[in-house]
T-cell receptor
Framework: AQSVTQPDIHITVSEGASLELRCNYS??????LFWYVQSPGQGLQLLLK??????LVQGIKGFEAEFKRSQSSFNLRKPSVHWSDAAEYFC????????????FGAGTQVVVTP | ETGVTQSPTHLIKTRGQQVTLRCSSQ?????VSWYQQALGQGPQFIFQ???????GRGNFPPRFSGLQFPNYSSELNVNALELDDSALYLC??????????FGPGTRLTVL
């Protein structure tokens, strides 16, 4: 069965420290891959996406993600976290012919401490 | 440019009742997708409408139904509400299956 796994439910990071959020997927073929962020009272905002090509993808707000086919992973990173990065982060996948039908992971809650 | 809007913001219903949630697409968008996000979980795909026709459905029972209007706004209807229907309902619009833009959601509580 197709699945998206975010192993970390909750991560606490100090402001200025680096952040890495993990995402693993199980699909028949390489799907489209996405990272979204959700702040309280806000809708989901797309941080970045991977369709094909360069496996290191740059997104908004200083985030990047690396696609590793051999590990079926698409981990999100940020070199230096700001207090405003505190939010919930979701990895999502979609089949290549229907990327409007997203399958989301359970999310990782990021807390930023001073 | 107006983003995706949803109404109402919050709603409280009792078991067995029916509810209608509304979504106004971003200007120029012709595709709407609906998602259910239970507390502590990621959003789950309910269905998608493209140019007023249903274009894919997730694993939800028939009591979840929808409509898309000629102006591409959309409704999600849920009949015979159950306690487990309590969730945040998200609408997302896009142009021809491209990047989706999400609304802030409607928080439904079923008592």
């Amino acid at each position: 069965a197709q699945s998206v796994t975010q192993p970390d439910i909750h991560i606490t990071v100090s402001e200025g420290a680096s952040l890495e959020l993990r995402c693993n997927y199980s699909y028949g073929a390489t799907p489209y891959l996405f990272w979204y962020v959700q702040s309280p009272g806000q809708g989901l905002q797309l941080l970045l996406k991977y369709f094909s090509g360069d496996t290191l993808v740059q997104g908004i707000k200083g985030f990047e993600a690396e696609f590793k086919r051999s590990q079926s992973s698409f981990n999100l990173r940020k070199p230096s976290v700001h207090w405003s990065d505190a939010a919930e982060y979701f990895c999502a996948v979609a089949e290549t012919d229907s990327w409007g039908k997203l399958q989301f992971g359970a999310g990782t809650q990021v807390v930023v401490t001073p | 440019e107006t983003g995706v809007t949803q109404s109402p913001t919050h709603l409280i219903k009792t078991r067995g009742q029916q509810v209608t949630l509304r979504c106004s697409s971003q200007s120029g968008h012709n595709t709407v997708s609906w998602y259910q996000q239970a507390l502590g979980q990621g959003p789950q795909f309910i269905f998608q409408y493209y140019r007023e026709e249903e274009n894919g459905r997730g694993n939800f029972p028939p009591r979840f139904s929808g409509l898309q209007f000629p102006n591409y706004s959309s409704e999600l209807n849920v009949n015979a509400l159950e306690l487990d229907d309590s969730a945040l309902y998200l609408c997302a619009s896009s142009l021809n299956h491209n990047e989706q833009f999400f609304g802030p959601g409607t928080r439904l509580t079923v008592l």
